[in-house]
């Protein structure tokens, strides 16, 4: 069992919330939490469930008159942290089933976030492209819109600046622009990225320790002249049919200066030019 001591500062989220146990710090659906205009620096407390953050049902594209906006939901309190309440990340899903062209007339995000947000022991899917399994309770399961790999994203911005994220055995699932903002700190932690192109490494710094990626595409991050990625322990699983990473190394290289192109030490912003566009 886990107990959770309730205050304003911390509280639960159960999808399965009996209604003659319900008090003013539990809560059964995302958008309950979010009427409750929770402070900064609180906990939410998720018991195994699906969480939609939009009406999934809803026949309307998002990002039009009748379903405005192309965040399912967005919290933009300043320190939350979001924290499954077992040790297995599928148990809670943080979900969502829009993308470009299939339910939205734009890039639609699952969940969008402020600055200083964490999350523990869950995840965050969007569901377009990839079917939803629920083996806890097959009644949630729902089948992918489309085999298409369009831009259905996981998570954003809530609106500000956004910085010192950290995410530890999250579950990122979608595949093109899975993550889609641009954090100043992010820090991964024994987690898991199910991706193709434009997906991670968005922000200025971004650890990732421990972490396994499934690549379906060729160009993973967005761009490599203003971000630093770093990969620690992680392993990379190449699903696309291509070809390990290719590294060389030349050793010991003498270069005449009479093949030198510009000024001496003048090579750093070409490449940073070049990088911009490397694919």
């Known amino acids: 069992a886990r107990f959770v001591e309730l205050s304003s500062r911390n509280v639960i989220v159960d999808a399965y919330l009996d209604e003659a146990r319900r008090t003013s710090?539990?809560?059964k659906t995302l958008q309950e939490l979010a009427a409750a205009r929770i402070a900064d620096g609180t906990t939410a407390n998720f018991s195994p469930g699906v969480y939609w953050t939009d009406d999934y049902k809803d026949p309307h594209d998002a990002n039009t008159p009748e379903h405005p906006g192309l965040?399912?939901?967005?919290?933009?309190?300043?320190?939350?942290?979001f924290r499954g309440l077992t040790s297995n990340a599928d148990d809670v899903r943080i979900a969502g089933n829009r993308g470009q062209t299939l339910g939205s007339k734009g890039n639609w995000n699952v969940i969008g976030v402020g600055t200083s947000f964490s999350a523990f022991n869950l995840t965050i899917g969007n569901y377009t492209s990839v079917d939803l399994v629920f083996p806890r309770d097959p009644s949630q399961n729902l089948p992918r819109r489309s085999d298409a790999r369009v831009q259905a994203q996981?998570?954003?911005?809530?609106?500000?600046p956004v910085d010192r994220?950290?995410?530890?055995?999250?579950?990122?699932?979608?595949?093109?622009?899975?993550?889609?903002?641009?954090?100043?700190?992010?820090?991964y932690r024994n987690s898991y990225f199910?991706?193709?192109d434009d997906a991670i490494a968005s922000g200025a710094i971004n650890v990732f320790e421990n972490c396994v990626f499934d690549f379906y595409g060729s160009h993973p991050s967005y761009g490599g002249s203003s971000t630093l990625a770093e990969f620690l322990s992680?392993?990379?699983?190449?699903?696309?049919?291509?070809?390990?990473?290719?590294?060389?190394?030349?050793?010991?290289?003498v270069v005449g200066d009479d093949m030198r192109i510009g000024e001496v030490?003048?090579?750093?912003?070409?490449?940073?030019?070049?990088?911009?566009?490397?694919?």
């Open 25 to 27: 710090l539990t809560f």
């Open 71 to 81: 965040i399912g939901i967005s919290f933009p309190q300043a320190g939350l942290v």
């Open 154 to 160: 996981t998570i954003t911005s809530a609106g500000g």
């Open 165 to 187: 994220l950290y995410f530890e055995n999250v579950r990122f699932v979608s595949f093109l622009n899975l993550i889609a903002m641009r954090p100043v700190r992010a820090y």
């Open 194 to 196: 199910q991706l193709t």
């Open 234 to 253: 992680s392993t990379f699983n190449l699903r696309n049919g291509s070809p390990e990473f290719c590294e060389e190394f030349l050793n010991d290289v």
């Open 265 to 279: 030490n003048g090579g750093w912003p070409i490449a940073n030019t070049m990088l911009a566009f490397e694919r």
